[in-house]
């Protein structure tokens, strides 16, 4: 099950930013960066990164990712076009987040498909790909074999989500840790907040309210007892909480809780009723009814599947 061998396209011009990511969430796996032919590319800082491998690393790569590069608004050659389409083909994933996401749309491969990209450009694929359903607000959407996500850090989520999809919690996990990333978030949460939150002594306030929730998940916890922990009104307190993580107290909670729950599952034998204590929900009909809305099977099964 998953994924071992991951090829990168790089483009002309192709974001530093982008490379990065992409080398530390899958440079663990069989991992390689390609170009249109050997040879060095360019980067949106103006350096030329020496690039071994062209499109033929793609033919075998069971992961296929579309960097995003600043020449993003020219068509990509028709070489790499036919090199997308025939890895979606042989049945690869494909993904791609940010303007990397026009790769795979000029190859056809987001056709009637739901799509996002980073929401500045949103239009403009829309425009040139109107057979494209934009979803311009998610971090990420999950079609299946072709995935992709909005701007710049949301390449993480993306890339995060695809290997807890593929490899599980735990080592999704791991990786997370080692960039210092949260370990997950929905691809539905927003790309961006209207007003960001000032750096003041309420921004420590918050965080520190965050970290005491999370170690406190097997509890419930109300609303106007974070509120009160953050010296807080409750209405500022949810206006503030919305800004910073684009949500409401109750879904990040829930979703926290199902975090745990998942790691748990995977790497400990503990009882799926002594885990739902664990976790805040208090009975496991109850955590077997959020688990199942969430990844669409039974914490049994998602525990069968990962601890094979």
């Given at each position: 099950?998953?994924?071992?061998?991951?090829?990168?396209?790089?483009?002309d011009?192709?974001?530093?930013?982008g490379?990065?990511?992409?080398?530390?969430?899958f440079?663990?796996?069989?991992?390689?960066?390609?170009?249109?032919?050997?040879?060095?590319?360019?980067?949106?800082?103006?350096?030329?990164?020496?690039?071994e491998?062209?499109?033929e690393?793609?033919?075998?790569?069971?992961?296929v990712?579309?960097?995003?590069?600043?020449?993003?608004?020219?068509?990509p050659?028709?070489?790499?076009?036919?090199?997308?389409?025939?890895?979606?083909?042989?049945?690869a994933?494909?993904?791609?987040h940010?303007?990397?996401?026009?790769?795979?749309?000029?190859a056809?491969?987001?056709?009637?498909?739901?799509?996002?990209?980073?929401?500045?450009?949103?239009g403009?694929l829309?425009?040139?790909h109107?057979?494209?359903?934009?979803?311009?607000?998610?971090?990420?959407?999950?079609e299946?074999?072709?995935?992709?996500?909005?701007?710049?850090?949301a390449?993480?989520?993306?890339?995060?989500?695809?290997?807890?999809?593929?490899?599980?919690?735990?080592?999704?996990?791991t990786?997370?840790r080692?960039?210092?990333?949260?370990?997950?978030?929905?691809g539905?949460?927003?790309?961006?907040?209207?007003?960001?939150?000032?750096?003041?002594?309420?921004?420590?306030?918050?965080?520190?309210?965050l970290?005491?929730?999370?170690?406190?998940?097997?509890?419930?916890?109300?609303?106007?007892?974070?509120?009160?922990?953050?010296?807080?009104?409750?209405r500022?307190?949810?206006?503030?909480?919305?800004?910073?993580?684009?949500?409401?107290?109750h879904?990040?909670l829930?979703?926290?809780r199902l975090?745990?729950a998942?790691?748990?599952?995977?790497?400990?034998?503990?009882?799926?009723?002594?885990i739902?204590?664990?976790?805040?929900?208090g009975?496991?009909?109850?955590?077997?009814?959020?688990?199942?809305?969430?990844?669409k099977?039974?914490?049994?099964?998602y525990?069968?599947?990962?601890?094979?």
């Open positions: 099950m998953g994924f071992t061998t991951v090829a990168a396209y790089a483009p011009g192709v974001t530093a930013l490379l990065g990511v992409v080398g530390e969430l440079g663990g796996f069989d991992f390689a960066v390609c170009g249109a032919r050997p040879g060095p590319v360019r980067t949106d800082l103006g350096l030329r990164l020496p690039v491998h062209g499109l690393r793609l033919a075998s790569a069971d992961l990712l579309s960097l995003p590069g600043d020449a993003f608004r020219t068509t050659p028709e070489a790499v076009l036919d090199a997308f389409r025939a890895a979606h083909e042989r049945g994933i494909l993904a791609a940010c303007v990397g996401v026009f790769g795979l749309a000029a056809g491969l987001l056709e009637g498909r739901r799509a996002t990209t980073h929401w500045r450009f949103a403009e829309a425009a040139r109107p057979g494209v359903r934009i979803t311009a607000a998610e971090l990420y959407v999950d299946g074999r072709v995935l992709t996500g909005a701007g710049a850090a390449g993480i989520d993306l890339g995060l989500h695809l290997i807890r999809r593929e490899h599980g919690p735990a080592r999704a996990n990786i997370a080692e960039m210092v990333t949260p370990p997950h978030r929905e539905g949460q927003a790309q961006y907040v209207a007003a960001p939150v000032p750096a003041d002594g309420d921004d420590e306030r918050l965080a520190g309210v970290g005491w929730a999370r170690g406190h998940l097997d509890r419930r916890v109300s609303i106007d007892e974070l509120a009160a922990r953050a010296l807080m009104s409750r500022t307190f949810a206006r503030r909480f919305k800004a910073a993580t684009g949500g409401s107290p879904a990040w829930q979703a926290q975090d745990l998942e790691e748990l599952l995977v790497t400990t034998t503990l009882s799926i009723e002594e739902a204590r664990r976790t805040g929900y009975s496991a009909a109850l955590l077997r009814e959020r688990f199942v809305d969430r990844r099977v039974s914490p049994r099964e525990r069968r599947t990962w601890s094979a």
